[in-house]
């Protein structure tokens, strides 16, 4: 069983201000709770608690008791937590170890001595329990945000922990991952684990939560339970800032948003791309994207949409031209053109305050203009924080508030709503279909339905290369 009491607690960070406010909470062994609400209301800090990375990694102060099985946590460490709890972060790249997926499902049992034997029949059973075969052996970094999540989530499994904490779990993930994802936690509640779940994305999971407790400024807002979950609206999931609970398949949306393409739009030609064991990626004859809208590119995790991307802003490379208008640019030449917000904001912030980090995007900096672009991203509260210190979603956000302020003509945008609520995605949402009155030509690739029903003018499935 695990009871929080009277919790409260402040990053060293922030210290005026507390990411959780007095949380009483009692969760009994074998439940399936999902925590929820607006982007900062303490999801990941209460996971943070449990696995032991507060006060480890996260110096602040923190009130209240906190105990598993009615012994405190307070006196133990993380190793003392290995084979216990098992965390699946928001960012899976943060809990890799090793270069091959292989290694890295092994490596948590190898370093508590486990016998060999019972490592690979643990690794045999997970890859079929998952449906991972086709990713082992594999180098991890030429995995996709999606494939990357599936591996961390089969690392904590092969582990067997009590307890699995679940942060943002489903963010880079497509629809049929999505439902893998429900299936493994299906399994791990048929088990008698106890899962912890902190999502904006609730849809999947919804009626598989034993109790949803939604978070508000770090303290509980509501819990709900049984026929409550049931009764529960799209009118009370918007009173509470959530995701709808609506699931829609993004390749539903493609014959729908998918339009005549007219001349003088983005045009790719023979646009290829293979990685360094001449294993090719992409294969694009001809390619056409309208100017001024907001194109979504859709597709199954490792279909290589990202490296679309990066091809397109010339990050990678590429045999191939893109046109605009009358004019042809190679990658160099699209690297003066165009903006791309990656899918880990964390790659690309560099300063020492958030305010810095716009004012550097701008072609000529311009102070007032960049806090205008704050306030918009709702972010201008934390211009003088360093942005290192700021949540996943508010990370998001000041990369696209850097892409806006960036001016380029075209801004690529990689699950720009991974990390963030109803109100956040829906005022990104707002921002796209501003800029593309405005001229500026946008290409996301999200697996997102609501963020694509919002500004989305088009939808391009990008499909699998056959061998």
Same mark, same amino acid.
């Given at each position: 069983?695990?009871r929080?009491?009277?919790?409260?607690?402040?990053?060293? /960070?922030?210290?005026?201000?507390?990411?959780?406010?007095?949380i009483?909470?009692t969760? #009994? @062994?074998?439940e399936?709770?999902?925590?929820?609400?607006?982007?900062?209301?303490?999801?990941?800090?209460?996971l943070?608690?449990?696995? $032991?990375?507060?006060?480890?990694?996260? =110096?602040?102060?923190?009130?209240?008791?906190?105990?598993?099985?009615?012994?405190?946590?307070?006196?133990?460490?993380?190793?003392?937590?290995?084979?216990?709890?098992?965390?699946?972060?928001?960012?899976?790249?943060?809990?890799?170890?090793?270069?091959?997926?292989?290694?890295?499902?092994?490596?948590?049992?190898?370093?508590?001595?486990?016998?060999? /034997?019972?490592?690979?029949?643990?690794?045999?059973?997970?890859v079929?329990?998952?449906?991972?075969?086709?990713?082992?052996?594999? @180098?991890?970094f030429?995995?996709?945000?999606?494939?990357?999540?599936?591996?961390?989530?089969?690392?904590?499994?092969?582990?067997r922990?009590?307890?699995?904490?679940l942060?943002?779990?489903?963010?880079?993930?497509?629809? @049929? /991952? =999505?439902e893998?994802?429900?299936?493994?936690?299906?399994?791990?509640?048929?088990?008698?684990k106890?899962?912890?779940?902190?999502?904006?994305?609730?849809?999947?999971?919804?009626? *598989?939560?034993?109790?949803?407790?939604?978070?508000?400024?770090?303290?509980?807002?509501?819990e709900?339970y049984?026929?409550?979950?049931?009764r529960?609206?799209?009118?009370d999931c918007?009173?509470?800032?959530?995701?709808s609970?609506e699931?829609? /398949?993004?390749?539903?949306?493609?014959?729908?948003?998918?339009?005549?393409?007219?001349?003088? @739009?983005i045009?790719?030609?023979d646009?290829?791309?293979?990685y360094?064991?001449?294993r #090719?990626?992409?294969?694009?004859?001809?390619?056409?994207?309208? +100017?001024?809208?907001?194109?979504?590119?859709?597709?199954?995790?490792?279909? $290589?949409?990202?490296?679309?991307l990066?091809?397109?802003?010339?990050?990678?490379?590429?045999?191939?031209?893109?046109?605009?208008?009358?004019? =042809?640019?190679?990658?160099?030449?699209?690297l003066?053109?165009?903006?791309?917000?990656? %899918?880990?904001?964390?790659?690309?912030?560099?300063?020492?305050?958030?305010?810095?980090?716009?004012?550097? +995007?701008?072609?000529?900096?311009?102070?007032?203009?960049?806090?205008?672009i704050?306030?918009?991203?709702?972010?201008l509260?934390?211009? %003088?924080?360093?942005?290192?210190?700021?949540?996943?979603?508010?990370?998001q956000?000041l990369?696209?508030?850097?892409?806006?302020? &960036?001016?380029?003509?075209?801004?690529? *945008?990689?699950?720009?709503?991974?990390?963030?609520?109803?109100?956040?995605?829906?005022?990104?949402?707002?921002?796209?279909?501003?800029?593309?009155?405005?001229?500026?030509?946008i290409?996301?690739?999200?697996?997102? &339905?609501e963020?694509?029903?919002?500004c989305c003018?088009?939808?391009?499935?990008?499909?699998?290369?056959?061998?």
């Amino acid at each position: 069983m695990i009871r929080f009491e009277q919790v409260s607690f402040a990053y060293a /960070a922030n210290p005026d201000e507390n990411s959780l406010k007095d949380i009483s909470l009692t969760i #009994p @062994d074998g439940e399936c709770v999902l925590l929820t609400g607006p982007s900062g209301c303490g999801k990941s800090t209460l996971l943070r608690l449990l696995n $032991g990375l507060i006060p480890e990694f996260y =110096a602040g102060e923190r009130s209240g008791e906190i105990t598993v099985d009615g012994k405190s946590i307070a006196k133990k460490g993380i190793y003392d937590l290995v084979g216990k709890v098992g965390t699946v972060f928001q960012n899976p790249r943060s809990q890799f170890f090793n270069v091959d997926t292989t290694s890295e499902l092994a490596f948590g049992c190898e370093n508590i001595a486990m016998p060999e /034997a019972e490592i690979l029949s643990r690794i045999d059973r997970t890859v079929r329990n998952f449906k991972i075969k086709s990713l082992m052996d594999r @180098d991890i970094f030429e995995l996709s945000g999606g494939e990357k999540q599936k591996i961390a989530c089969a690392s904590i499994d092969v582990l067997r922990p009590e307890i699995i904490l679940l942060d943002e779990p489903s963010a880079n993930l497509d629809y @049929d /991952a =999505a439902e893998d994802l429900r299936q493994l936690i299906a399994c791990w509640k048929a088990e008698g684990k106890t899962v912890l779940i902190a999502e904006h994305r609730i849809n999947y999971i919804w009626d *598989l939560a034993d109790r949803v407790v939604i978070l508000k400024d770090g303290r509980i807002n509501r819990e709900l339970y049984g026929e409550e979950l049931a009764r529960f609206t799209a009118e009370d999931c918007t009173a509470c800032g959530l995701r709808s609970l609506e699931r829609i /398949a993004p390749l539903e949306l493609v014959s729908e948003k998918r339009g005549p393409v007219e001349s003088g @739009d983005i045009k790719l030609t023979d646009f290829t791309y293979a990685y360094r064991d001449k294993r #090719p990626v992409l294969r694009i004859r001809e390619m056409d994207l309208k +100017s001024a809208s907001v194109t979504a590119i859709v597709g199954a995790n490792g279909v $290589g949409k990202t490296t679309f991307l990066e091809c397109l802003c010339g990050i990678r490379k590429n045999k191939g031209i893109m046109w605009m208008g009358d004019k =042809a640019y190679n990658s160099r030449a699209r690297l003066k053109e165009i903006f791309m917000v990656m %899918q880990d904001a964390n790659h690309q912030l560099f300063t020492e305050s958030v305010l810095d980090e716009v004012l550097i +995007s701008m072609p000529r900096e311009d102070e007032e203009e960049a806090k205008r672009i704050l306030e918009e991203v709702k972010l201008l509260p934390f211009a %003088q924080r360093h942005p290192m210190s700021l949540s996943g979603g508010q990370k998001q956000r000041l990369a696209i508030a850097c892409g806006v302020a &960036s001016n380029r003509k075209l801004l690529l *945008l990689d699950e720009p709503t991974s990390g963030l609520d109803q109100v956040h995605m829906k005022l990104v949402a707002d921002i796209l279909n501003r800029l593309k009155k405005e001229g500026r030509t946008i290409v996301t690739v999200t697996h997102d &339905s609501e963020f694509i029903q919002n500004c989305c003018d088009e939808v391009v499935l990008l499909e699998r290369m056959m061998p």
